[in-house]
């Protein structure tokens, strides 16, 4: 079946603390990649996306997130974190083969001043 | 903002009961997204509107239906209201349907329902 696994559920780090988040998909097809930020009583907004290309996407706010076909991976990075990263964070996936968005179930992040 | 308008932004209603939630796409977009929100299950995909027709369908209770109408605005009807029901749904559009490339999904800013 389908799936989007993040393993972190939650997940606190010191301010310029470097971040990575896993992202580990099961999906048919040729998948696409998107990884989304909900701050505290807000909607989610995208960060970033992939759909084709360099593997190595870069998005807003220094976040970027590299696609590793061969193990299904595409975790988020960003070198050194503020406290106004703290939100929760979805991966998620579409295929060519359906119209579905599958996504993860999230992972807290959590900042310390 | 996103662009999508979702109402009401907070609703309370007794169990048993039965509630709609609306959605307005941003302008030109086709496809309107469903998906609730609670702790326990994190983002749950419900249903996928395309131009008026459904196009997939996630873990959706039989309680609940939604429609896409000529005008492209969604809407979420809930029966038979349980404590269980009581989430964040959020709407969500975009352009085409989502394995375009390009493609991007927006969010609205969810409906909050308590169910009591």
């Known amino acids: 079946a389908q799936s989007v696994s993040q393993h972190n559920h939650h997940v606190i780090l010191s301010e310029a603390a470097s971040l990575e988040l896993g992202c580990n998909y099961s999906y048919g097809g040729t998948v696409n990649l998107f990884w989304y930020v909900q701050y505290p009583g807000q909607h989610l907004q995208l960060l970033l996306k992939y759909f084709s290309g360099d593997p190595l996407v870069k998005g807003i706010k220094g976040f970027e997130a590299e696609f590793i076909k061969s193990k299904f991976s595409f975790n988020l990075r960003k070198p050194s974190v503020q406290w106004s990263d703290t939100a929760e964070y979805f991966c998620a996936v579409t295929s060519n083969r359906d119209d579905k968005i599958i996504f993860g179930k999230g992972t807290r992040l959590h900042i310390l001043p | 903002d996103s662009g999508v308008t979702q109402t009401p932004k907070h609703l309370i209603t007794a169990t048993g009961q039965r509630v709609t939630l609306r959605c307005s796409p941003r302008s030109g977009d086709l496809s309107v997204y469903w998906y609730q929100q609670s702790l326990d299950q994190g983002l749950q995909f419900l249903i996928q509107?395309?131009?008026?027709?459904?196009?997939a369908k996630g873990n959706i209770l039989e309680r609940f239906s939604a429609q896409q109408f000529p005008d492209l605005h969604s809407e979420l009807n809930l029966s038979s209201l349980e404590l269980g029901d009581s989430a964040l749904y959020f709407c969500?559009?975009?352009?085409?349907?989502?394995?375009?490339?390009?493609?991007?999904?927006?969010f609205g800013e969810g409906s909050w329902l308590t169910v009591v």
């Open positions: 969500a559009s975009s352009v085409s349907l989502p394995a375009s490339t390009g493609n991007t999904i927006y």
């Open positions: 509107y395309y131009n008026g027709e459904e196009r």
